[in-house]
């Protein structure tokens, strides 16, 4: 049962407009929120992240939104540029609840910007 | 300063042989986890070290799994008796662990292919 869901397996945008990633997940306990960024043949970088304190946390062309009582969260992602085209994880942690800070990935979302 | 470093890069492997991989965390990070990200799947929690800690193994899929901390640094994640599902990129990452910060630091990943 996945915890961490990311129903959109792929995005296409266009250079210059908003792109939004989706996010949604199960467990109650998560209180931290993470999102990565993935190229081809390297490792995930991290993006940006969010307490469940907050509901919005922003980073440059960055933003992060959170509703605890929908438990959703979505990147906001303007303006899009092609450099961004590349697969974001959704991420989240149960730190408060005492877990070891292991991260619960959700599928990845492939994002294309289009020139 | 140097990231986290993982090897070998690509492994293939006959089916039945064992395997090891290596994960050289960012100097002085005290956490060390591994993931593993199969075809198609977001990336799956394994193996957390923390400092001298007992290790949190509930991610191992089965005991042909394991993986040791040398030194509170350089980490070896052994498979045996290898499967063709165990084909996937393994991941490893560390972080400082600190109050405000939980991001994770990745390296470019081993892709293992069993044959």
């Known amino acids: 049962d996945q915890q961490v869901k990311q129903n959109s397996p792929s995005l296409s945008v266009q250079e210059g407009r908003i792109s939004i990633l989706n996010c949604d997940y199960t467990n109650s306990m998560f209180d931290y929120f993470l999102w990565y960024k993935k190229y081809p043949a390297e490792g995930p970088t991290f993006l940006i992240s969010?307490?469940?304190?907050?509901d919005k946390n922003e980073d440059g062309r960055f933003t992060v939104f959170l509703n605890k009582s929908a438990k959703h969260l979505s990147l906001h992602i303007v303006p899009s540029q092609p450099g961004d085209s590349a697969v974001y994880f959704c991420a989240a942690s149960a730190l408060g609840g005492g877990s070891q800070g292991n991260l619960i990935f959700g599928k990845g979302t492939k994002l294309s910007v289009k020139p | 300063g140097a990231g986290v470093s993982q090897s070998p890069s690509n492994k293939v492997t006959e089916k039945g042989k064992d395997v090891e991989l290596r994960c050289d965390p960012i100097s002085g990070h005290t956490a060390l986890y591994w993931y593993r990200q199969s075809l198609g799947q977001g990336l799956e929690f394994l193996i957390y070290f923390q400092g001298n800690s007992a290790p949190d193994k509930s991610g191992l899929p089965s005991d042909r799994f394991s993986a040791e901390r040398t030194g509170g640094s350089v980490s070896t994640l052994t498979i045996q008796r290898t499967q063709q599902e165990d084909s996937a990129v393994y991941l490893c990452?560390?972080?400082?662990?600190?109050?405000?910060?939980?991001?994770?630091?990745f390296g470019p990943g081993t892709r293992l292919t069993v044959t």
């Open positions: 990452a560390s972080s400082t662990v600190a109050a405000s910060s939980y991001e994770q630091y």
């Open positions: 969010i307490s469940s304190i907050k």
